[in-house]
């Protein structure tokens, strides 16, 4: 799995969290009556942070980067956590697995709670809910999904994947950069008036004659 992201402050990011579809019968262990367990990817970055920083992410949860990560930086999972019934009350995150260069995604979750044949039944995004003002501020621009071979073989299974995208937000991005640089929505239509020589800047650096 892998998104785009302008994170307006890369202080805090977004995490991502799926949800495997519930089992039946004993030890099923599910997490709620939908879903039977969970695997939430967290993302720090490596560099020096600012609650202004305005950077592009390309969060992604395998151990290769995506091809497409365009004008970005790439930053894979640094930790995960996954769960089901038996150790995901009382507080507990579930197993907290520490995310390294060379760990596989196999080695990235709890194997023993969520195996490589669970099939997700849904996903979401979060964000630390004790975080002080500012320290998340980010547009989603894109999420996609690489769908593994159906091949026993995890080498090919890791390799010969569909990517396929789930939605693509840029028209908010649009909006959020217009808005954010000149006050004004996309259509141009005025939040609050800028001087004239503002668009002149910003038209002769980006589409310079």
Do not use: W
């Given at each position: 799995?892998?998104?785009?992201?302008?994170?307006?402050?890369?202080v805090t990011l977004p995490f991502f969290t799926i949800y495997t579809q519930a089992k039946t019968g004993a030890g099923a262990n599910n997490l709620w009556p939908i879903a039977n367990a969970k695997i939430t990817f967290v993302f720090t970055p490596s560099t020096a942070v600012s609650t202004t920083s305005k950077k592009?992410?390309?969060?992604?949860?395998?151990?290769?980067?995506?091809?497409?990560?365009?004008?970005?930086?790439p930053l894979r999972c640094t930790q995960t956590a996954t769960a089901n019934s038996t150790n995901a009350y009382n507080g507990d995150q579930g197993t907290l697995i520490?995310?390294?260069p060379n760990t596989?995604?196999?080695?990235?979750?709890?194997?023993?709670?969520?195996?490589?044949?669970?099939?997700?039944?849904?996903f979401c995004f979060g964000s630390g809910s004790n975080e002080p003002i500012g320290n998340i501020e980010f547009v989603l621009n894109s999420f996609s999904i690489c769908?593994?071979?159906?091949?026993?073989?995890?080498?090919?299974?890791?390799?010969n994947g569909t990517t396929k995208m789930f939605f693509q937000n840029s028209s908010a991005t649009t909006n959020y950069l217009y808005n954010n640089l000149f006050k004004k929505h996309s259509d141009f239509s005025s939040l609050v008036a800028k001087p004239e020589s503002m668009f002149n800047a910003y038209n002769s650096a980006v589409f310079p004659l």
């Open positions: 799995m892998f998104a785009s992201i302008h994170a307006v402050s890369d592009n992410y390309t969060l992604y949860t395998g151990n290769k980067v995506p091809a497409n990560t365009y004008n970005s930086i520490t995310v390294g596989s995604f196999a080695e990235s979750f709890d194997t023993s709670i969520v195996s490589l044949e669970d099939k997700v039944a849904f769908a593994h071979d159906t091949t026993t073989s995890e080498t090919l299974r890791a390799t």
